[in-house]
């Protein structure tokens, strides 16, 4: 590092500082990088981030099971990974819960299923989900969601399984849907959609399943997918 002066002398000087100023500029990032790393502390906090965002839980299931006297890998709906003891997936689905979703459930970074359908949760979903980068499968069907499909699920590069149906989605199919190249389910029925169909979602070689049916959908989609088993469209 300090040792770019040619002369050997002056370099012999130099290097002798160095390994003390690489010792403490290694401690200094240590300690930035496990201030700022995410554990299963920042987990625990935005699942009761989650759980002040629900305003309506007739059978109690998390004011009495998501308690902090036990770790979150405890709680109902959680999964947890061991290796690097982080929630993995989170499944309320059927548990007719009412509320929002809260901007901290994009700090779930380990996060791979989130699984939340068949409830009454309502509002548009926080841009903060993006950061789910590991994210394989999402389901949101059955629920009260509004505004337009977010764009940025384009960055869910990892996305397999997909489930939008049966909210109050408005506008058009996003584009960047196409940029989910390991998409293989595609569900948006019973929603308000309207407007083309994206012809690049015809370029998702690995679909195989996608549901469109009762939306205000037009144009047709050229299927350059070969293992498209069904096509559900009205
Ligand atoms: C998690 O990180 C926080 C700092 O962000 C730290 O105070 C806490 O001790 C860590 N918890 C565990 C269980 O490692
Ligand atoms: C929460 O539910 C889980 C799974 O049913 C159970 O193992 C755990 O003991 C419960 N925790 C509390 C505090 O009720
Ligand atoms: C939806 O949840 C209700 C309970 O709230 C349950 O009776 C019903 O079977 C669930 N439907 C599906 C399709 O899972
Ligand atoms: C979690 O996310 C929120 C909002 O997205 C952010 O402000 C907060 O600092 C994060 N908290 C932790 C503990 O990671
Ligand atoms: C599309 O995916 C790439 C990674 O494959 C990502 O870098 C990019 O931000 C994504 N774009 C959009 C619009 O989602
Ligand atoms: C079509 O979807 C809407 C929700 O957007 C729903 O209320 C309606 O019952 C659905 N119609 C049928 C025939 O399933
Ligand atoms: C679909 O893929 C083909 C071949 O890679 C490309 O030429 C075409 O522009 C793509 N279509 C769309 C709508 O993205």
């Known amino acids: ?38 554990n299963i502390s920042t987990d625990q906090s935005a699942l009761l981030a989650l759980k002040s965002h629900i305003t309506h839980d007739p059978h109690n299931i998390l004011a009495t099971n998501w308690s902090t006297s036990t770790s979150v890998c405890n709680w109902i709906g959680v999964t947890c990974e061991s ?37 009454s949760f309502h509002g548009v979903l926080p841009i903060e ?39 109050n989605f408005i506008g058009v199919i996003p584009s960047t849907l196409a940029n ?23 370029n998702l070689s690995n679909l195989e399943w996608l549901y469109l049916y009762n939306n205000s959908l037009s144009g047709y989609i050229l299927i350059s997918i070969l293992n498209l088993f069904s096509l559900v469209k009205s």
């Not at 595609?186 to 690049?200: R, T, V």
Request: include cysteine.
């Open 1 to 38: 590092m300090i040792c770019l002066i040619p002369a050997p002398n002056v370099m012999a000087k130099t290097c002798f500082f160095s390994p003390l100023l690489f010792l403490l500029l290694f401690t200094t990032i240590r300690v930035i990088l496990s201030a700022n790393s995410p």
């Open 83 to 119: 290796k690097h003891h982080r929630a993995i997936a989170l499944d309320l689905s059927s548990l007719d819960l009412t509320g929002t979703i809260p901007s901290q459930l994009g700090n779930l970074s380990f996060l791979i299923r989130l699984f939340i359908n068949n409830n």
């Open 129 to 167: 989900l993006s950061n789910l980068h590991a994210m394989r499968a999402l389901n949101f069907g059955n629920n009260n969601f509004d505004g337009e499909i977010p764009s940025w699920f384009g960055y869910f590069v990892e996305l397999q399984l997909l489930w939008l149906y049966g909210n």
């Open 180 to 202: 989910l190249s390991k998409l293989v389910l595609l569900n948006l029925f019973n929603n308000n959609l309207q407007g083309q169909i994206p012809a690049a979602i015809g």
